[in-house]
């Protein structure tokens, strides 16, 4: 399986802003959904944003309003632009590509996972 590679975090102060990059394959990046995940310490991964091939994103209520996920096709990246930080946006950041499981009615992921990004909120 061929592996994403994520970049971009840091550490940022609260109410602060961050971007985030995934580069991927072409394919991946143009044909299917795909989504950013976080695990903070101590807790499951869980998925923050998605958005399907043609443009359709959706969004944790602990997110919302303040995340924003895109791709830019050309470049072969997907990206989340983070805003308003706070420290409970701490964690290791990854993307993965999503099938939609009709069973669960969720989002799975099933690329091979990168190493991910660390994005530590604090002052």
């Known amino acids: 399986q061929v592996q994403v590679m994520e970049s971009g975090g840091g550490l940022v102060q609260p109410g602060g802003s961050l971007r985030l990059s995934c580069a991927a394959p072409?394919?991946?990046?143009?044909?299917?959904?795909m989504g950013w995940y976080r695990r903070a310490p101590g807790k499951q991964r869980e998925l923050v944003a998605s958005?399907?091939?043609?443009?359709?994103?959706e969004y944790a209520d602990s997110v919302k309003g303040r995340f924003t996920i895109s791709r830019d096709k050309a470049k072969n990246t997907l990206y989340l632009q983070m805003l308003s930080v706070n420290p409970d946006d701490t964690a290791v950041y990854y993307c993965?590509?999503?099938?939609?499981?009709?069973?669960?009615?969720?989002?799975?992921?099933?690329?091979?996972w990168g190493q991910g990004t660390q994005v530590t909120v604090s002052s």
């Open positions: 993965n590509v999503l099938r939609w499981d009709q069973l669960l009615r969720l989002w799975v992921p099933y690329g091979r």
């Open positions: 072409g394919s991946m990046i143009s044909g299917s959904a």
């Open positions: 958005e399907t091939h043609d443009g359709t994103t």
